[in-house]
T-cell receptor, first 113, second 112 residues
Framework: AQSVTQPDIHITVSEGASLELRCNYS??????LFWYVQSPGQGLQLLLK??????LVQGIKGFEAEFKRSQSSFNLRKPSVHWSDAAEYFC???????????FGAGTILRVKS | NAGVMQNPRHLVRRRGQEARLRCSPM?????VYWYRQLPEEGLKFMVY????????ESGMPKERFSAEFPKEGPSILRIQQVVRGDSAAYFC??????????FGPGTRLTVT
């Protein structure tokens, strides 16, 4: 069965600093991987996805993620964090074409000025 | 193109009542998914539907919960005889034939 681990429950970074959110997955076949962001009281917005091909994927809002099969990881990065990036971030793995997503527990990002 | 729509956004029910949550997928999307987000827990898959068919309901509680996606109209998640443990945020997502899922704003159910 698929599973996703986000080892950091909370992360605090200074505005303008770089960010990396960790995600490790467990899945027997080629994974379909996603990062979503959720602001308080809101739904989830898709930041980026990996289905196949180039292992470095670009998303919205300046985010990128790198798929590393050897490490079963799909870490999310941003070179310079803005105060508006404060939110909760979820990594998810899906079966073929992303059906039935399995989510990690989420990482809450705080941005200090 | 409007996004995934869910209503109501907030729903309060007393124990024993029924809750009906509605989801209208994005235009052109024929796949609908329901997820539940319990306090202090992540999102958990409940059910995956296509028009008039339940494809995967492996995440649905065995009793009191049901879902449908009729030929016409929104998808409905129905919870009968609600209990306090059903209090959660329920999210609907839709996708085209194949691909990423787009989420609605959620329905926050409170059972008193």
């Amino acid at each position: 069965a698929q599973s996703v681990t986000q080892p950091d429950i909370h992360i605090t970074v200074s505005e303008g600093a770089s960010l990396e959110l960790r995600c490790n997955y467990s899945y027997g076949a080629t994974p379909y991987l996603f990062w979503y962001v959720q602001s308080p009281g809101q739904g989830l917005q898709l930041l980026l996805k990996y289905f196949s091909g180039d292992t470095l994927v670009q998303g919205i809002k300046g985010f990128e993620a790198e798929f590393k099969r050897s490490q079963s990881s799909f870490n999310l990065r941003k070179p310079s964090v803005h105060w508006s990036d404060a939110a909760e971030y979820f990594c998810a793995v899906g079966t073929e074409y992303g059906n039935k997503l399995v989510f990690g527990a989420g990482t809450i990002l705080r941005v200090k000025s | 193109n409007a996004g995934v729509m869910q209503n109501p956004r907030h729903l309060v029910r007393r124990r024993g009542q029924e809750a009906r949550l509605r989801c209208s997928p994005m235009k052109g999307h024929s796949h609908v998914y329901w997820y539940r987000q319990l306090p202090e827990e992540g999102l958990k898959f409940m059910v995956y539907l296509q028009k008039e068919n339940i494809i995967d309901e492996s995440g649905m509680p065995k009793e009191r919960f049901s879902a449908e996606f009729p030929k016409e109209g929104p998808s409905i998640l129905r919870i009968q005889q609600v209990v306090r443990g059903d209090s959660a945020a329920y999210f609907c997502a839709s996708s085209p034939l194949a691909g990423e899922q787009y989420f609605g704003p959620g329905t926050r159910l409170t059972v008193t």
